[in-house]
Each structure stands twice: as C-alpha cells, then as structure tokens.
C-alpha cells in the first residue's frame, strides 16, 4: 500500500497523485488517496473526481499504523539499524532519487513538482488526467474553436500570490515583463496566433494584457469549474504559462508533438526551482 496526502489546489492535486501511482505500480502495491484536510480546509475541495483517477481513499487508521510504524523505526535506526521509511516527507523542491528506494507500506507527504517522479508511466498519467465530465455547451463552443486555429494559452496566476504575504515572500508573480516578451516570442514563432487567457484574477489581467496586433481571449466563466479551464487550456497547441501547477498540467497534459512552451525562469522567491520545467520548454 501507498499512501498519499493530497494538498492545495487542483495542480498540487495531480502532481502528488501522478508521484504516488507511480510508485504504487513500481512497488506492485494498491494506492490509497489520503483527502483528510479538505475536511477542514476551507479555501482548497478535492477535485480528482474530474479525472480518470484510481479512487481509493486512505482511512485514518491506516495513517495511524504507518505514523506508529515510523515513529519505532526511527527510534531502532537511532540504534543502529537500517530499516526503510514508513512515512516520507519532501525535503526540498526538486526530484528526489530517495523515493526510488521506498517500499511497500509508506505514507508520501510533499508537492513531487517534478515530471521525474511519474516519467515511466507518462502514458498512463497521460489517459488517466483526461477531465471526464462532458464540457458545457460554452466550454464545447470554445473547444471547438481553440483546436481549430493556433490557440495559445496564457495563465495568470495571482490570487493569494499577491493577497497572502507568506505565499508571495515563497511564490511572487510573474510580472508584465515576462508576459511581454512571452507574447512577442510566440507571436514572432507562431503564424496567425491566437490567444486565450486564464486567470484567477479577470479584472486585472483585462486591464492589463492585451494585444492590438493578435486576438485576445479571456476564459472568464469557469471560476467555479477549475477542471473546465484546465481541459480549455490543454486543447491549446501553445502555452504561456505562470509559476503555477495548474499552468504546467495545462501545458504539460497538451498531446501536440510541436507544442512551444513558455515558462518562468523563476517559478520561486528564492528556493532553487530545479526539475520542475520539463526539458524542451523555454524559460524567460
């Protein structure tokens, strides 16, 4: 059995599930989802329902048994022995080589914002984030439009990266430079480009990116339907993306072989943000 903690939004979501069933198909082993904090959590829901997601959910008291399990390991490694973990934790950002030698029975706690930690099961990571729910008769009309020209996707992350002081001292914005030169390079790149945005924070980015050269976008209806606009922004064959998940599964879940992606050079403040831009995507 692998367990995983399922944390933050939607992108967090299925880079923590990606990382744990990997692991579980390494280890031969059942996958258990563990969703204990959106019980209390009020400003993030589960939201792999809307996938293709194997959907079996951890019980407390298996949880408890692993937490007891490494609670004693540690305490006999102290005195000398070697035993593996039960529960792990992400240390740092980045891939880490250590999850490939965990076995059986263990509890993962972390982001895993690496492609490293599912690459092996690309395809089946691929079948299984497709959003299963039928689009609305709105989101098949822009569907139906965004496969039929050279859609680009622009993400604007803000939100708490600019509300919460303690998210932006780790995360920050993209500022308008970025999106400035990001717009200029695809439109230098792609013939008749056009472009769709997504936002968590409409009014500004209305007010502030634009273009009177290319046409302009702006995905405003799926505030309450996340798993809608990530299936709008992956239909794109380009992306822009934000120092954001959401984003990266946007750009990362499009099928296109010719797919360019631009991404952040910095996706944090100050932590080193190392494996997390897959190879082949341009950062600015």
């Known amino acids: 059995m692998v367990v995983v903690k399922l944390e933050g939004g939607m992108g967090n979501q299925l880079f923590q599930y990606a990382?744990?069933?990997?692991?579980?198909?390494?280890?031969n082993a059942?996958?258990?989802?563990?969703?204990?904090?959106?019980?209390?959590e009020n400003k993030r829901q589960y939201a792999l329902h809307h996938f293709n997601v194997q959907e079996v959910f951890s019980k407390a008291r298996e949880r408890k048994n692993l937490k007891r399990k490494e609670f004693f390991r540690r305490q006999l490694n102290k005195l000398?022995?070697?035993?593996?973990?039960?529960?792990?934790?992400?240390?740092i950002p980045g891939y880490d080589i250590n999850v490939e030698k965990l076995t059986d029975n263990v509890f993962l706690e972390g982001f895993w914002q690496s492609e490293k930690y599912f690459k092996p099961i690309e395809s089946t990571i691929r079948k299984e984030f497709i959003v299963k729910d039928q689009p609305s008769a709105l989101n098949r009309k822009y569907l139906d439009e965004i496969r039929s020209v050279n859609s680009i996707s622009i993400h604007v992350r803000r939100g708490d990266y600019v509300t919460d002081k303690e998210t932006n001292a780790v995360h920050g914005v993209c500022d308008l430079e970025y999106y400035r030169k990001a717009i200029d390079r695809m439109s230098t790149e792609i013939n008749d480009p056009r472009f769709y945005i997504f936002s968590d924070d409409m009014k500004w980015t209305k007010e502030n990116i634009s273009s009177s050269i290319h046409p302009f976008a702006y995905s405003a209806h799926n505030q309450a339907a996340p798993h809608e606009d990530l299936r709008l922004m992956y239909s794109c064959k380009h992306h822009i993306i934000a120092n954001s998940s959401f984003s990266w599964w946007g750009a990362w879940l499009n099928m296109n072989t010719e797919k360019k992606v631009i991404a952040p050079r910095n996706w944090f403040r100050t932590l080193e943000n190392r494996d997390i831009i897959p190879t082949g995507w341009l950062t600015l």
């Open 30 to 40: 059942e996958l258990k989802l563990d969703i204990d904090i959106y019980t209390t």
């Open 80 to 91: 000398g022995a070697d035993l593996k973990s039960y529960w792990y934790t992400e240390q």
């Open 19 to 27: 990382a744990g069933r990997y692991l579980a198909q390494k280890l």
